[in-house]
């Protein structure tokens, strides 16, 4: 369902402190009303959160509007889902290439141009969602200091791995981060784990690790997460091979506990059990025994089984 214009302007014509704007879909062009009105933009400056899910060119043109017009910005979402749905575009031009940056990217980010030169935007939280990150290295690297950031969600995006990739590097890798996020399907080629992996063994002191991939041979080492166990307070792993859920051995989760004390919420899948007898399978009862062990500190854990 898509907004109506004149509800919007309105709204923002009354707000004086905004905390959040959320860009969506629109029932009629945005930009002109912009154009016509600069004091409209204004009130955007003090900004912290920005929400962006343009829906066609207008709406990409009103997100660059907003975005340079919030230097405040602390917290930015950026979407090309809803483009993708709703514009009958070339796909290829909108995300970027290995010639040119993409639709998205250069028309967003426009007033940052040419993005070599320019002076990033310092964020604390970065959601990225169906957006093409295969050459990130020469766009959303440089327009955001992915090294501030202390939280990172990357939902179904393609070329994920080049991004890890590119922040294991020592002169861009997020030292800061405190919550790392990675959702995706089809994650059938065995680099795009190793290399979520490799960040994982780069970084420090994460507190939040939630991961969701499906189609996959193997599970992230254990090794690679209990790197963060001193500090891992919130842990989810879902991950879905083509017609099951992939859970660790015993061992590994025995390990995986044990090496992550401040652990308070865990989520996991526990290995399959007969639902018809009065007796767990014995890999069920280690991890049930292994989990339970943990409430003095875990107060909240689920396991998936299907």
Not at 239 to 252: F, G, K, M
């Amino acid at each position: 369902m898509r907004i109506s214009i004149d509800n919007w302007v309105l709204l923002w014509r009354k707000q004086k402190r905004l905390q959040e704007i959320e860009v969506d879909a629109t029932d009629l062009p945005l930009m002109p009303i912009i154009e016509k009105d600069r004091n409209l933009i204004k009130a955007f400056k003090d900004v912290p959160v920005l929400s962006l899910y343009p829906a066609e060119l207008d709406g990409l043109r009103v997100c660059q509007k907003i975005l340079q017009a919030s230097p405040g910005v602390k917290e930015l979402t950026l979407s090309a889902g809803a483009f993708k749905a709703s514009d009958d575009r070339d796909p290829e031009d909108l995300q970027d290439s290995s010639t040119h940056a993409g639709l998205f990217s250069r028309t967003v980010f426009s007033h940052l141009q040419p993005f070599d030169a320019c002076s990033p935007l310092i964020l604390t939280s970065l959601h990225l969602e169906h957006l093409s990150l295969r050459y990130a290295a020469d766009t959303y690297l440089r327009v955001i200091k992915f090294s501030c950031l202390k939280t990172l969600e990357v939902f179904h995006c393609v070329g994920a791995e080049n991004l890890f990739s590119q922040l294991s590097k020592p002169n861009i890798r997020p030292g800061q981060l405190k919550h790392l996020y990675w959702t995706q399907s089809s994650v059938r080629e065995s680099h795009i784990l190793e290399a979520f992996e490799g960040l994982l063994e780069t970084l420090l002191g994460l507190e939040t690790l939630h991961v969701e991939i499906d189609y996959v041979d193997n599970l992230p080492k254990v090794k690679a997460i209990t790197h963060h166990g001193k500090t891992l307070k919130y842990l989810s792993m879902n991950i879905q091979a083509v017609d099951s859920t992939i859970n660790y051995d015993p061992v590994d989760f025995t390990y995986l506990c044990t090496s992550c004390p401040e652990l308070e919420q865990l989520s996991v899948a526990f290995p399959a059990t007969p639902v018809d007898s009065a007796e767990a399978s014995p890999n069920f009862a280690t991890f049930l025994v292994r989990a339970q062990s943990r409430q003095a500190v875990l107060w909240s854990f689920t396991y998936l089984h299907r």
